[in-house]
Nanobody, 115 residues
Framework: VQLVESGGGLVQPGGSLRLSCAAS????????MNWYRQAPGKEREMVAS????????TYADSVKGRFTISRDNAKNTAYLQMNSLKPEDTGVYYC?????????WGQGTQVTVSS
């Protein structure tokens, strides 16, 4: 199982970024995909989640209405569209999935929201 995130960077408050998570080594369409983030000095928290089929999603209250999680099962890729970014969205963003009770993580991508 391999998860590779990309798309992070430095953005001004109010700006947008789109993160991607390229997955391999498992049947991507069958599993829930999650995005987590970890800010400096804080615990990792779940940001958004999407089921394998049908696209049902859940979001942390702090990002509802600003972030959108999606997936393209044909490309084995999950996305996180982040709009109206705030300084408190700064952190390392991780892609995650759970297969047979085991957590798999990508290496993370840094998102910095600052003027």
């Amino acid at each position: 199982v391999q998860l590779v995130e990309s798309g992070g960077g430095l953005v001004q408050p109010g700006g947008s970024l789109r993160l991607s998570c390229a997955a391999s080594g498992f049947t991507f369409s069958a599993y829930v995909m999650n995005w987590y983030r970890q800010a400096p000095g804080k615990e990792r928290e779940m940001v958004a989640s999407i089921i394998g089929y049908g696209g049902s999603t859940t979001y942390a209250d702090s990002v509802k209405g600003r972030f959108t999680i999606s997936r393209d099962n044909a490309k084995n890729t999950a996305y996180l569209q982040m709009n109206s970014l705030k300084p408190e969205d700064t952190g390392v963003y991780y892609c995650n999935t759970i297969i047979f009770g085991r957590n798999y993580w990508g290496q993370g991508t840094q998102v910095t929201v600052s003027s």
